[in-house]
């Protein structure tokens, strides 16, 4: 008889771990209390930038986001191929750009150590990265170039796992309410309010920013906070051509998708659950987008939006089974990197219910590394 696993949480890290699931053979079910990728999965801008987004020497962290961005080949042809649904993926490379001299020290630092971990990164300046990036402003210093980066459009890539999932043979229950559970005789049950019973061998909890919250109702401590994300996208009829790379600063980042909108975020702030868009927040937004491309200036984004990122202690996720609970594991805390940590997550998830020996680096993501993770 199959193992069955059941997953609390229907976002991209749960989904992604229920593919991986189904495909090893798994019996999984899905359990979320909205809709399937209603929160930060599908509010991301779908970057995978781990040179990029790693403002310091790599650490455990940058390794994961490492591993998970040289699975991501393999890993979205195999959901487009289960799942029969396309969505974008474009190996743009990516620009880390500076303004300022004084910024020259830090941009080579950063060249020599993401050379270091296998990127190709040079420094672009004048003729050389205007030619590459016409659009950018003449402001502009210097930028790293690092190839070997891309994005993908998130709400896309959220539904093809979602009908990937379906392929396989998982069980999606969305709209519940008020999830609890508790282990009995070697197996764990899940009820929800309306009355629903879930039962399986094994719980995986991926809830995202709402780990902490309904980890308290489970009976254990998660250190786990909402942390809003507010972004913003353009039309870009107006441009002369298209924005290349994905181009990020010290302030922001930009990113043009097939459709030719421009995404532009992020400004982040701690506003509990609430995930409302602020005049604040997009104005921030406008002020970063425009100093980096000037054809930006007088032009008003047509769409706002916000997301919940689940934020750590730490900025990393919590991997890991729960000390006092073998039959529960718990992926959350992704913070902004849910969509690029999705295939490492989801093998990391698979290998613990194969009861597979994790990568000695895993270690460092486990639950009770912040000494906050008991039972009330």
Not at 210 to 239: D, K, M, N
Not at 326 to 338: E, F, I
């Amino acid at each position: 008889m199959k193992q069955r696993i059941m997953v609390m949480g229907g976002g991209v890290v749960g989904l992604a771990s229920a593919f991986e699931l189904a495909s090893r053979g798994y019996a999984v079910t899905v359990l979320e209390t909205g809709r399937c990728g209603g929160q930060a999965s599908g509010a991301a801008a779908g970057m995978l930038a781990p040179y990029s987004e790693n403002l310091e020497f790599p650490d455990e962290f940058f390794q994961l986001c490492l591993e998970s961005l040289q699975l991501y080949p393999a890993w979205q042809t195999r959901v487009k191929e289960v799942s029969g649904r396309t969505f974008e993926y474009t190996e743009s490379g990516s620009l880390y750009i500076v303004y300022h001299e004084a910024d020259m020290l830090a941009l080579e630092s950063r060249r020599l150590w993401q050379r270091e971990y296998g990127s190709s990164a040079s420094i672009l300046e004048g003729d050389a990265l205007f030619e590459r990036e016409p659009q950018l402003s003449r402001q502009v210093r210097a930028a790293l170039w690092t190839p070997e980066e891309s994005h993908v459009y998130a709400p896309d890539y959220v539904k093809a796992l979602e009908e990937g999932c379906r392929r396989l043979g998982v069980v999606i229950a969305e709209e519940l309410t008020a999830l609890e559970w508790a282990e009995q005789g070697g197996t764990v049950q899940v009820k929800a309010r309306d009355g629903s019973v879930f039962s399986g061998d094994q719980l995986l909890i991926c809830t995202g920013a709402w780990a902490g919250e309904l980890s308290e109702q489970l009976g254990i401590v998660v250190p786990i906070r909402p942390i809003r994300g507010q972004i913003c996208a353009y039309h870009t009829e107006g441009f002369q051509e298209p924005l290349h790379h994905m181009v990020f600063s010290s302030q922001g980042y930009l990113v043009q998708k097939e459709s030719g909108n421009l995404v532009c975020g992020a400004s982040e702030d701690m506003a509990g659950f609430d995930s409302s868009v602020t005049e604040r927040g997009i104005n921030r937004l406008m002020e970063w987008n425009k100093k980096m491309l000037p054809v930006l200036a007088g032009e008003i984004p047509f769409h706002r939006w916000a997301g919940l990122r689940p934020a750590t202690q730490d900025g990393a996720p919590l991997i890991g089974r729960l000390p006092e609970h073998p039959n529960v594991m718990l992926a959350a805390g992704h913070y902004r990197n849910g969509i690029l940590l999705s295939p490492v997550t989801a093998q990391l998830t698979a290998d613990m219910v194969d009861g597979r020996e994790l990568p000695g680096w895993a270690g460092a993501f486990r639950p009770e590394r912040f000494g906050t993770l008991t039972s009330i």
